[in-house]
């Protein structure tokens, strides 16, 4: 049990290049999974469909959650996640463009651990992602085994 | 009475003694004293001779006589003759005026004594008392009509005594006979009748009309009766009121006419009946009140009622305003000529049994009538059941279309929401992409790209950046008025505070004054005023940033009607012909290298404070700062 990949969830492939180019640029540790979808999240995370063979006792260190998705929205895939006690667990930080209210109330209803804007400067953007990689694997503490 | 007879005896005899001597003496003398005049003429002697003579003769006349000579002799004839007639003359004159008096003494008593007996048998009771009040006389008809005799009322104080018993009214009467009886005297007139209730010796009250005539020296007073003519009088009154009242009030129409049918007095009811007043109904004909074919008719029947003969009869009276109405008429003739008539008014009669007629026409139509409307109160539920449903459809109508505008404006509504979540989410990501990309091109190419290829890099960034910025000004701005608005008490000095101690963190390079009036109290949503401070406070200090030492003053005016409050700045300021730019959004009074922002700013700010119900103005002057004047709505 490697518990050291990260979730991000995200449909924008320009998101999801300049995320990936930011966890390495920000040496953060661990696999990056790419879900592109709800769908995708929660297959991933439940074992099913494309990822029906996947180990399920494997959980991601974190989950970086997109709000607008395809298919499953990401309120939705939270909502599924923080309701199923083999995946409550798993930290999800929502990580949108969006300032409106209503999602930041929402995501936390739902048990998001963490609300992080992507800001439009590239700079500010890879920065959020390093602290969160150098938080969610450094300081924070997870169920031990 | 009797004094007067006896004084009439006396002088009567006295005249008959005397008046046969008299006569004789009377020729006697008459005819000597013709001769004598005659002789005197003749002989022309001389009194004084005749005189002497005379004396002579009366002394001794048969000696006298013989001593006389002739002519001597006839003077002294003449002389006795002269005296006798002279002595006779005047015996006779004595005679004479004396008997001249007795009979007029005669006839003035005789006057008398009739006069008397005029009282005594006069046909009116009379009485007669001197000025002393002593009563002297009381005629027949006085005894006959009050019972008292003379010996009764022997004065004045015994006949009020008992011809007036009760002593107020006698006190009144005694007073009025007194002054009458005094006016009388001074003005020298009769003493005025005058009505007085004179108790009768048997103690019944007469009404006598009492009057009095002044004589020489007593006066004499009538009695006349009038008790039974006052009686009459009242009785005629009564009666004659009692046929007024009965004629002024009767129901039914009394009139009077002449015996030629002029009518000479209506009644009110008679009047109100045909419609005309009195005046115009005295001295019209009957037959003017009928149409032209009944009036030789009524000529008829008239002639008969003056003949004695009645009955009621059916009449039609043209009445003042034209109407026709059926009338009963009685008349009859009266004693003096003249006709009497009741007319009565019986067009209702006739009419309520035209009424009761129709009434019962009217019942049987109802009976009709009832089935019908049972039939049509059975389709009147139908209507109403149907007008109810009609109702119930328009109300299900209203409520659908009230729904409708309501799920409209949701949409509209869910709309904005879904469009500003869109530009939330998705507008964003390719400016992050041009950012992105643009900045791992700097910073992984270096040295493949030159200055200008670099510059191009940089330019792509910095617009990307600032359509980050309006993009986050839009969906604020969007947010302001979808957002939830909460009317509670908010300290404006206190947010002013602490807006003042985030900006002077932020420009700690600067120095900046703030001046903040405390308790700027107002009523309104904390969190939107809050970004109304915020957007002024900051455009204040952006735009102070070129003074050596700023100064930000937010306060209130006083004095108005309304609470006015302002953020004032000591900056550049601006000419006043743009102000109305200001609240345009992205419209910007300055350029952005100078003074970064998107110019949205104020147009949140005037929205806010639109939604308060307030207003907001600036005044500025070009290099002398900006003051942004704002009301919250609602009085001081």
Known sequence: ?145 | MTTNSSKHGSVRSLISLIDPYSRYLFGIALTFSIVLIGLITALHFSQQQAIQAAMSVSLNIPKTLAELNGRMRVEFVVSVLTAVCLISGVWYFLIYSLRKRAENLARAVESEEKYYQLLRLNPIPLGMVDLEGKVKFINDKFIKLFGYQLSDIPSLNEWFIVGYPDEVYRKWVKENWENDLSNALNNKTDIKPKVYTIARKDGVPLKVDVSGIIMEDSILVAFLDITDRMKAEEALRESEEKYRLFFEHAADGIFVTDHNGVLLDVNPSGCVLIGYPLADLRGKKLIDLLLPNAQEKMLYLFTRVLMGQTGPDVWKVISKNGNLIDVSLDMRALPDGRVLGIIRDISENLQAENQIHQAQQELTNLLKEADQSRMALLSMVEDHQMAEERISQLNTELEQRVQDRTSQLQASNAELEAFSYSVSHDLRAPLRAMDGYSNLLLSDYPDRLDDQGRHYLSRIQEASKRMGELIEDLLNLSRITRSEFIRRQVDLSQIAKEIAVTLRDQNRDRVVEFKIEPDLIVEGDSRLLKIVLENLMNNALKFTEKCKSALISVGKLSGGSEMVYFVKDNGIGFEMTYAGKLFAPFQRLHSVQDYPGTGIGLVIVQRIITRHGGRIWPEAEVGKGATFYFTLGGAK
């Open chain 1, 1 to 145: 049990m490697k518990n050291d990949t990260i979730l991000l969830v995200e449909d924008n492939p320009d998101d999801e290049e300049l995320a990936l180019i930011a966890f390495r640029l920000g040496h953060v540790p661990g696999e990056v999974v790419v879900a592109h979808d709800g769908v995708e999240a929660l297959d991933y995370m439940f074992g099913t469909g494309l990822y029906k063979d996947r180990d399920m006792s494997d959980h991601p260190r974190m989950i970086l959650l997109d709000l607008k998705l395809p298919k499953i929205g990401g309120l939705e895939v939270l909502q599924k996640l923080k309701m199923d006690k083999r995946t409550q667990s798993v930290p999800v930080i929502v990580l949108t463009s969006s300032s409106e209210v209503e999602d930041i109330i929402n995501s936390y209803r739902f048990g998001a651990n963490s609300y992080v804007r992507k800001q439009v400067e590239f700079e500010k953007f890879a920065d959020t992602i390093k602290q969160l990689g150098n938080y969610w694997f450094s300081i924070n503490e997870t169920i031990p085994e």
